[in-house]
């Protein structure tokens, strides 16, 4: 069992930067690749980017590539998405998830989500 819990959502103009976190719990937190996810109003979820369990391979969304950037420190249990030159279509909940094994961008491949944290770009 993991539980996810994403912070560091706000209100940010576009062009600013803000970085999430997600916190997971659990002693086997190396042993899962990571993703992140959005879902806009009256939108499905959609892939942002997703990283292997050691870290070594990373995964963007072409709208986001060169914008954001996935990290992880396996010994505090937490993955980080840095992003920068925000647009207001970046507008929306934010979720990390966890998959067991091999990295997928399909979000029914993750076995675990947090609970999400709203991202807000104004224009």
């Known amino acids: 069992q993991v539980q996810l819990v994403e912070s560091g959502g706000g209100l940010v103009q576009a062009g600013g930067s803000l970085r999430l976190s997600c916190a997971a719990s659990?002693?086997?937190?190396?042993?899962?690749?990571m993703g992140w996810f959005r879902q806009a109003p009256g939108k499905e979820r959609e892939f942002v980017a997703a990283i292997s369990w050691s870290g070594g391979r990373t995964y963007y969304a072409d709208s986001v590539k060169g914008r954001f950037t996935i990290s992880r420190h396996n010994a505090k249990n937490t993955v980080y998405l840095q992003m920068n030159s925000l647009k207001p279509e970046d507008t929306a909940v934010y979720y990390c998830?966890?998959?067991?094994?091999?990295?997928?961008?399909?979000?029914?491949?993750?076995?675990?989500w947090g609970q999400g944290t709203q991202v807000t770009v104004s224009s």
């Open positions: 998830a966890a998959v067991r094994g091999t990295v997928v961008a399909d979000p029914r491949g993750y076995d675990y």
């Open positions: 659990g002693r086997t937190f190396s042993s899962y690749a």
